[in-house]
């Protein structure tokens, strides 16, 4: 991409030396873990996946954390470079992403006492500076002996050796988030006595020597870089000032040709929630600080931190708070965004709504990352390019919730004639309804990044519409997609009395049809809704407790998303009642039964009751097409409901086989 002919985002769209690779622009891909991993060695899918944001243009990916010593494998699905077998996968990478002009950099790392996993479910030995546990992990590392030390410095060096021999144009050493580096970094972490501890000098030795071992195994033309967290937002945290003084002596001491900002710690909870910040962070929220770096080094500063439009990442470099802005979700909720940006096709980016779901959440459960916005993340081989329909058939797409639009732009863009019809004014579907829970409004960018796709991709459209077999009859499409949603479901309940009792929905769109007094929001899901649904009475000044099925309010959101809705709920006084299912209600108590014991479990003096339980499908509409011999597909929550990850996945797949 001629990065310099576009007017639209001067700053973003100017080139950028670092040592000796030049970045197209300023658009960065950060190391993420993909789980796009197989025995710690680069699969064909990740080489995809890379390619894919290569192609679309970004300036600059830094691969993945690679463990540089057999004691860094973290994860049972993180990559290692501790040996030379690592070398195809990352001559694979460099083949498939060097041709677009990106420049590839692969980051070096060591976890020290932040190990979450191993292969086989048992817990690996930790190492670190010192005996100081992990909070998070509930890890108690073993001091390393100074031998040790020694032998990970070499580690580092051979990594970064083997990384810049497969054609990589440099290494980044991992020092942010509290991995092994900032460990060393940190007073509270390394109690050494020996030359690796003791005053700021030798804290700093363990990294100095680390970036000077690099910059020797890689040569003298291979950029070393670092990632640093200058501020780990926790009191245990690497001191602030200890960061920054640590940045700018390695800066003028010319161990590094740049500098990646970030924010966070993996040591704790409230620390780790900036690894991969939730919607409810500002835009940008970083870089003011790595402002402040920048004008105290003489080397590039990139910044991270929730920089998900070129808008956003234009004000920051036009405003001289860093060289180069980390669009990471960006570009994994829409990797074409380079382009579009440098073409001013701004409508046509698919902006990432910072939800965490498909992303970092896939990540934690173990599986590959994607974007719940664009199932074709991760699936690039399967799903990253449209295959031209053999034979252009006209389909009828019924619902413009998540699944139906996904269905019908992906159909068109195949060359099918497409007519979505949906029988309430808007699209959106349950998006619409999503957004205006608290801290959840840029949810709704879901609905309108997939509307835009419809209308791109010329859809004919018809709101208002009720599809009944005898519509699609006089329709006579080739083939139907049923994408007709859920209706919120209510479990069976004693009631005695005239108790209030009202579903999630009612509440989201009129909190004030509540009575005063203590409503009790029954959770089954345990995701979004029933805190949200909680969180809107407690705003509307009812006292609210949370009768929660799991073991705890939230359970089954991504970490970082869920400690945000559970620090709004205790600041709003929410009360939080775990392992428990309805059972009753009358006039003014609520009956629930603990779900191991089967025990009792009284609310009293309440005014009523709200159930998150749930839904169920909207599947009459399918049943009677393949009833009638119709040719129909059904996605979405039609089919069982679940959540828009799943509904755009079956949309496209539905879209996909037509
Ligand atoms: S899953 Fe959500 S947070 Fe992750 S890239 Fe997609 S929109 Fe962004």
Known sequence: ?????????????????????????????????????????????LVAYQEARAAGGAGMIILQVAGVHPTAHYTAHNLMAHDDTCLPGYLALAEAIKPHGTVLVGQLFHPGREIMESDDGTMPVALAPSAVPSERFRVMPRPLRTAEVEELVDSYAAAAGRLVRAGLDGVELVASHGYLPAQFLNPGTNRRDDAYGGDGEGRLRFVREVLAACRVAAGPDAVVGMRISLDEREPSGLPAEAAFAAAVALADEGLV?????????????????????????????????????KAAVGVPVIVAGRINQPQDAERILAGGQADACVMTRALIADPEMPRRAAEGRLEDIRACIACNQACIGHFHAGYP????????????????????????????????????????????????HVHLVEASGRPGGQVLLA???????????????????????????????????????????????????????????EVMG?????????????????????????????????????????????SVTLAARGYHAADRLQQYVRDAQLTAMHRAGIEVVPLVRPYGIDDDTLYLQHVLTGDPVLVEGVAGAVLACGHSAEDALLDELRAVGTPAVGAGDCLSPRSVEEAVLEGLVAASEL
């Open 435 to 493: 957004q205006r829970l608290p801290g959840r409004d840029e949810f709704g960018g879901a609905a309108d990044n997939l509307y835009r796709e419809v209308v791109r991709s010329e859809v004919k459209v018809s709101f208002h519409c009720r599809a009944d077999a005898a519509f699609v009859a006089g329709e006579s499409p080739d083939v139907v997609v049923v994408a007709t949603g859920a209706q919120p479901y209510r479990p069976a309940l």
């Open 369 to 416: 990352i994607s974007c719940i916005q664009r199932p074709e993340t991760g699936r690039e081989r399967r799903y990253g390019h449209r295959a031209p329909a053999a034979k252009p058939r006209s389909v009828l797409v019924v619902g413009a919730g998540p699944a139906g639009m996904k269905a019908a732009s992906v159909a068109a863009e195949r060359g099918h």
């Open 498 to 542: 005239e108790p209030w009792v009202a579903d999630a929905w009612e509440i989201i769109r009129s909190p004030e049809a509540a009575p005063r007094g203590r409503i009790v929001v029954i959770d089954w899901r345990g995701d979004w809704v029933g805190v949200g649904v909680a969180r809107l009475l407690a705003a509307a000044g009812r």
């Open 1 to 45: 991409m001629a990065a310099e002919d576009t007017t639209w985002f001067p700053h973003l769209f100017s080139p950028l030396t670092i040592r000796t690779a030049t970045l197209a622009n300023r658009i960065v891909s950060s190391g993420h873990d993909t789980v796009m991993v197989h025995d710690g060695k680069v699969t064909d899918q």
């Open 257 to 293: 040709d740049y500098l990646n900002v970030t924010t966070g710690t993996s040591a704790t909870l409230g620390g780790s929630d900036h690894i991969v910040p939730e919607m409810g962070m500002a835009n940008g929220y970083v870089a003011p600080a790595a402002a402040g770096l």
